[in-house]
């Protein structure tokens, strides 16, 4: 079958490749549809990232990357059960299905306690599955069914609007609280979305891409803000006086300051970017203002997790409280994909989530 996999630094290839042997608990995909990632991206800029190496920076050194390249990619994914292993029951062939990925060891304390996005397994590792292919073999939990009413192409967005809801359940917004958010990516606008469907109030957007900005109000944002035009410090606190909940979600070292910075005191700010860089705050902007700094990794789901942020967004999406069209604004084909990258990394581009289709 054919698979696109990164090979290095600004090459992705589509290679031929032989197709994943069937076994038991598993399940065959065909992929309709797969979403280019923001960490995809990092990835395709600067070579393999990890999902957490605190003891080596948080790089995975190029004199380590034989045993990781050729990379497969891809892990917002939505297709059809195409075939069944041994003692498969949760899904038949012919189900329509959208992948939860984040699957633990289940023997390590955070699996014990439903944090499967903080599996121990997972520290120092890379994303790694075959979304940008033909098909691919998975377990068979992973495979949550979606509903009739919900368009295979929406479905693949479950994965990025998860990572969204889980960062606004992590900040404790309560229905009427102000909210800033740096960065309307699609984890950003995921998290506008999210905070609306919360009953949040004067939402405020900062986005230097029109495009995004315009997406960003079509979500429920009371405010965009160009930060190249106007500054945003000074526009939310005259209209504030701070908000409650802050997000950061562009990955720079500046808008984690402004997003600090722009908070109550005795606020909470939540980092949900992957930065390619150190980023560099003032910890007394945390002290003096008994501000709340939290980390927001991946999503919920699993048989332990309380709440699935997975599984709700799916159904957020289906019953309407999530309109999943402003996130997807262009499509490719397998052999495109790397100029879908390209296209997606240009400093002016209007795209905000591209779908991949074998």
Known sequence: ??????HGPEDLRVDEVDEFELED???RVEVEYTGICGSDLH?????????RAEDK??????SEWDDLLPKWMG?????TVSEVGTGVENVDIG???TLNLALGCGECRYCAEGKYNLCKAGDGAVVNSAGFAENLVVPAVSATQVPDSLPLKHAA???PLGVSLHGVRRSGMRAGDRVAVFGAGPIGLGVVAGAKAGGARDIFVSEPREARREAA???GADVTIDPRETDVRETILEATEGVDVSFEAAGISQTLTDALRVTKYDGTVVVLSVFEDEATIHPNDIMQAERTLVGSLGFTGGPLAEWSSFSTVIEMMSDGRIDPEPFITGTAYLDETEDAFERLLENDSEHIKVMVQP
């Open 1 to 6: 079958m054919k698979a696109v996999r990164l």
């Open 217 to 219: 109000e079509e979500l």
């Open 43 to 51: 990835e395709y800029k600067i070579g393999p990232v990890p999902i």
């Open 57 to 62: 920076d948080h790089v995975i050194p190029e």
């Open 75 to 79: 892990h917002e994914i939505a297709g």
């Open 157 to 159: 967005l479950a994965e």
């Open 95 to 97: 189900d329509r299905v």
């Open 25 to 27: 608990g598993m399940v």
